[in-house]
Structure formats: structure tokens, C-alpha cells
């Protein structure tokens, strides 16, 4: 019994050694992030950025997640905008139902930061603050 044993031991061993071997030479999986970075598609959907709106609401109406807000002055035009990049799932529907085009999505996506105010865009007048 102990013989058998020890020969099924020895058995997955080598098939142990056989799988390291036969992976060794391949071309590796991963990347060295953030030495190397990865080509992005160009259909990458990264952070959204705002140039030239003329606040017609379009893109918080058909924002799945509510990351888009307005404010309005006293004349009922739109003073300025926000883009809450915690609440953005970057699903691209701003960008695509935008009439003017003002909204595009960058292919940044090193969003990570220690400061979490950071990560809410706000718009004066189609600039960025």
C-alpha cells in the first residue's frame, strides 16, 4: 500500500514539473504595470471630459447612475456641472447622446487617488475649473 502511494507522489511531481516546463517559454500573461501598460482599445471608455456644453440635460437624463448634475441660476440657465466619477459606470451614453458633442470619453483610466473630492468634476460655462 505505502509503495502505491509513493509512486502516485512521484506521478504529480512530474506532472507538476511537466506544467512549469511546458509554460516557461510562453509569453507571459501579465504585464509589469505600471512600467508597461497595456495598448487600449479604441473604443476604450475612460474619464469623461466636458468642452463646450450648452446644458440642454440630454446626458443626466439618459445617465444610468445619476453621475451627471446641473445647477441652474435664477434665469433657469444652467451655471454650472457636475460629473461624479465614484457614481460614473463610463457606459458611454453621455458621449453618445450628446448633440454637440461636448462630452468625450479619454482613454485615462488611472483615476486612483487619495483625496476622493478628486474624483467629482466640476464645470463652470463649458471649462473646467
Known amino acids: 500500500m505505502g509503495r502505491w502511494v509513493m509512486l502516485g507522489g512521484i506521478k504529480g ?30 473604443n476604450f471608455r475612460g474619464k469623461p471630459v466636458v ?4 446644458g440642454c440635460g440630454i446626458c ?3 445617465c444610468p447612475t445619476g453621475a451627471i ?6 434665469n433657469g440657465k444652467v451655471s454650472s456641472y457636475t460629473v461624479d466619477l465614484k457614481k460614473c ?16 470619453l479619454t482613454k485615462e483610466y488611472e483615476l486612483a487617488t ?8 466640476k464645470y463652470n460655462g463649458g471649462c473646467n475649473d
Do not use: W
Not at 510562453?26 to 505600471?34: C, D, M, N, Q
Not at 487619495?114 to 468634476?121: F, K, M, T
Open 13 to 42: 511531481l512530474f506532472e507538476g514539473l511537466f506544467t512549469v516546463f511546458k509554460h516557461l517559454f510562453k509569453r507571459p500573461v501579465t504585464l509589469e504595470y505600471p512600467e508597461k501598460k497595456r495598448e487600449l482599445n479604441d
Open 51 to 54: 468642452e463646450g456644453c450648452i
Open 60 to 62: 443626466q437624463k439618459v
Open 69 to 74: 448634475s446641473f445647477t441652474k441660476d435664477e
Open 89 to 104: 459606470m463610463f457606459c458611454g451614453n453621455c458621449e453618445y447622446y450628446c448633440p454637440k458633442g461636448a462630452i468625450k
Open 114 to 121: 487619495d483625496d476622493i473630492d478628486e474624483l467629482v468634476l
